[in-house]
């Protein structure tokens, strides 16, 4: 499996753009990237997943360069609801039961 | 956006003693997975289950650990004789396969959180 890297925690105010980037430098040729957001008490929620490029929906985008050792989930215009922990996983994408692995993430605090 | 649902959302219990944490996951996905989350700490995988058997586990999920489709709606995990070390919020979560068109997801439960006193 695919090690990841990200930010322990990262500070924002409302209204501006969030980017955060996970390293993932061992990724294998049929691993996707796939982005989840966490609540405090909830439980993890599907954000976005990409292979390689750009891939955006109405919640954020995501930026994989070609090499795919990297990406950057971008959080456009953040309110202080998407406080939150996000966490980026790399995993192949298999046909049942794929076991996710989630790393510590990144807090992200979006402040007033 | 339809959910999985999780009963009970509290459960406190005494060591040695068995719980039963419940899910209903989404009426039309295949694939069933319960998580764990220690305070503070990561989200752990402990089983999943596809076709009425167990995918892939953990080694957290180990004798004590079984899980169950008793019918068509409801998927349950059971700890026999709960630990100290088994208090934690229990997640459920479930997924249609993947194709072309569809993307892999996970879709979780809000969670029971699991007290072992």
């Known amino acids: 499996l695919a090690k990841t890297t990200q930010p322990i925690s990262m500070d924002s105010y409302e209204g501006q753009e969030v980017n955060i980037t996970c390293s993932h430098n061992?990724?294998?040729?049929?691993?996707?990237i796939t982005w989840y957001q966490q609540f405090p008490s909830q439980g993890p929620r599907f954000i976005i997943q990409?292979?390689?490029t750009k891939v955006t929906n109405e919640v954020a985008s995501l930026f994989i360069p070609a090499d795919r050792k990297s990406s950057t989930l971008s959080l456009p215009r953040v309110s202080l609801s998407d406080t939150a922990v996000y966490y980026c996983l790399v995993d192949p994408r298999k046909a049942a039961g794929n076991k996710l692995t989630f790393g510590g993430g990144t807090r992200v605090l979006v402040k007033p | 956006e339809p959910e999985v649902t999780q009963t009970p959302s509290h459960q406190v219990t005494q060591m040695g003693q068995e719980v039963i944490l419940r899910c209903v996951p989404i009426s039309n996905h295949l694939y069933f997975y319960w998580y764990r989350q220690i305070l503070g700490q990561k989200v752990e995988f402990l089983v999943s289950f596809y076709n009425n058997e167990i995918s892939e586990k953990s080694e957290i999920f180990d004798d004590q650990f079984s899980v169950e489709r008793p019918d068509g709606s409801n998927f349950t995990l059971k700890i026999r004789s709960t630990k100290l070390e088994d208090s934690a919020m229990y997640f459920c979560a479930s997924s249609e396969a993947p194709t072309d068109m569809v993307v892999e997801k996970l879709f979780f439960g809000s969670g029971t959180q699991l007290s072992v006193l």
């Open positions: 990409g292979y390689k």
């Open positions: 061992n990724i294998a040729t049929n691993d996707y």
